[in-house]
């Protein structure tokens, strides 16, 4: 058994919770609220000691295409070199792979999911905490979202990613779940909520597929309100906490705006014209939006909203129904519809201090090392 000293330090803290519980008890206040922590078992995640804590995306990374000739492969190590690359420079906290993780198209039904284990390697060696969406492409006749978040919580123990409840989801979309982030080790409440939905689509596993719808499903809506209920009980005032949402597919909404955006309100690369397809709910019947709205009535201090699936696009822009920052990925894999110029790379997120109120730096950081659109999501951003 390898535990860092920090694990170390963890467990202890927990054993001693234990202990001391008992003496909670004399205090009826106390013992009314719930305790939640979706995580007994894993380290805590913090910011670290100077305040500060860095979260990584990468997105549409597309593994698995073609094994049967030489590009894909070659691809996939390409993928897998750049994730190290950034990992060892970046240092960063978290990482989210958000969404589109192998292209499910090009998977043999028998070994599909270890595809994962390609993905996760190097995360597994740059020991950092991260958890996943999953994409349309991750859904097709040999491979689901379920069978890859059951073995990626296989293949590390530095993944977060959890199911959502029997019921809540949608046939197809279990991955919606939420993320503590604490100031301190030992805090009661945290001070950051990364927020994590299934945006679904792609197709049903087995040889009688058919299409997945392409939203976040409304039963999510319930589970929003429930879930921040819970926080308010366990925690007190959803205005002490702040929250990043992360789903593979822009919600609806997304579309209306890319008309409004420009290169200096914001930066960052617009080369993907939203069409059919591009944004949830592709019919535009509203389905998404008992999630949208539950998303942004419920959670407070929402510093911005994260997708992927186009990638030829980068920016960030304010959705103006909602008042809320939706902000694209950056392309990361070798794998995936590309365009010469696009480049691959990730979206960082630099929170300066664990304030909720406080804005959160982003920007884009190419593979070699390059950066732009850097901006900061606070009230004014693209207004
Ligand atoms: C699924 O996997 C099976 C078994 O390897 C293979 O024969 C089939 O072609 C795959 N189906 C698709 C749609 O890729
Ligand atoms: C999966 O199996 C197929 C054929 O059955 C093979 O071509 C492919 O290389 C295998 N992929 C992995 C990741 O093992």
Request: aromatic letters at 10%.
């Amino acid at each position: 058994m390898r535990l860092s000293k920090a694990a170390l330090a963890i467990l202890i803290s927990q054993c001693l919770n234990v202990f001391a519980a008992p003496s909670n008890q004399k205090d009826g206040h106390q013992n009314n609220k719930k305790t939640l922590d979706p995580y007994p078992g894993k380290p805590r995640l913090t910011f670290k000691r100077d305040g500060t804590f860095k979260l990584t995306v990468f997105s549409d990374l597309h593994f698995g295409e073609n094994p049967w000739d030489w590009w894909g492969p070659e691809h996939d190590a390409s993928s897998v070199a750049l994730m190290g690359t950034v990992l060892a420079d970046e240092k960063s906290d978290y990482v989210v792979l958000n969404g589109d993780l192998i292209t499910g198209e090009n998977t043999f039904r028998e070994n599909s999911t270890t595809i994962i284990d390609q993905i996760v390697a190097p995360l597994n060696k740059a020991k950092v905490p991260f958890s996943s969406t999953h994409g349309n492409h991750d859904n097709q006749p040999n491979i689901t979202h379920a069978e890859e978040i059951k073995r990626e919580q296989k293949v590390s123990r530095f993944s977060y990613t959890r199911s959502a409840p029997k019921g809540v989801g949608g046939d197809f979309g279990p991955g919606n779940y939420w993320v503590p982030i604490y100031r301190n080790n030992k805090d009661k409440a945290p001070v950051l909520i990364l927020w994590f939905f299934d945006s679904r689509g792609g197709f049903s596993p087995n040889p009688d597929s058919t299409r997945v719808p392409d939203w976040v499903d409304a039963s999510v809506a319930d589970w929003i309100v429930s879930e921040t209920r819970d926080m308010e009980k366990a925690w007190g005032p959803a205005k002490s906490r702040a929250a990043v949402a992360f789903v593979h597919i822009p919600p609806h909404a997304i579309q209306a705006v890319q008309s409004t955006v420009t290169p200096e309100k914001n930066p960052g690369m617009n080369a993907d014209i939203l069409g059919s397809g591009s944004v949830q709910d592709s019919s535009a019947q509203n389905m998404d939006k008992p999630f949208w709205d539950a998303l942004n009535s419920k959670v407070k201090n929402l510093h911005a909203v994260i997708s992927g699936h186009d990638h030829g696009n980068e920016w960030c822009a304010r959705e103006p129904t909602k008042d809320v920052i939706f902000c694209f990925d950056k392309h990361s894999g070798y794998g995936g519809y590309d365009s010469p110029g696009w480049g691959h790379g990730v979206r960082n997120l630099l929170f300066h201090t664990p304030d909720p109120k406080a804005g959160v730096e982003t920007w884009i950081r190419l593979e070699a090392g390059e950066t732009r659109a850097r901006v900061i999501l606070d009230k004014h951003y693209g207004k």
